[in-house]
């Protein structure tokens, strides 16, 4: 019996050789696989992308805050600092301008923006992703002249 196969096995390995659609049952497994996949990695760059923007905004806010000096403290005796009020409002301003929302605090050397936006995740919806909430947090202090 060396070499060969008893008989009762026969029946079995015959119907483990054929193929009967198995190729097509793996080949919609690996469809399934390949669009969750595209669907993960597209839904992962757009929130890599969200936050990247959610930063950009909080910089740009803080630096329109930061243009805001007090011009009499810096004519009188060339003191550079800012005018808490106006440099608020300008940073709340490019904020609502730019759809987002956020904190301002603003010391005479130096102005802090926390911006928080919303950003739309189509690929991730079907996942109970909609959207990501991103907040990020940037500073800013005036500069005579230009920058070095």
Known sequence: MTGSRPRCWQPLLRRLR?????????????????????????????VFGARTHGYDLA???ARAGAQEIDLA?????GTLRLDPA???????RFL?????????AVTAAQITVTATSQQDTPMLAGFG???????????ATPVAGPPP
Do not use: C, K
């Open 18 to 46: 054929r193929d009967d659609g198995m190729a097509t049952v793996w080949m919609l497994y690996t469809g399934l696989i390949v669009v969750v996949l595209a669907g993960v990695v597209l839904g992962g760059g757009v």
């Open 59 to 61: 910089q740009q806010a």
């Open 73 to 77: 403290a810096y004519r009188t005796n």
């Open 86 to 92: 106006r440099a608020a409002a300008a940073a709340n």
């Open 96 to 104: 609502a301008a730019a759809g987002a929302t956020g904190t301002v």
């Open 129 to 139: 992703h909609p959207t990501v909430s991103v907040t990020a947090t940037a500073s």
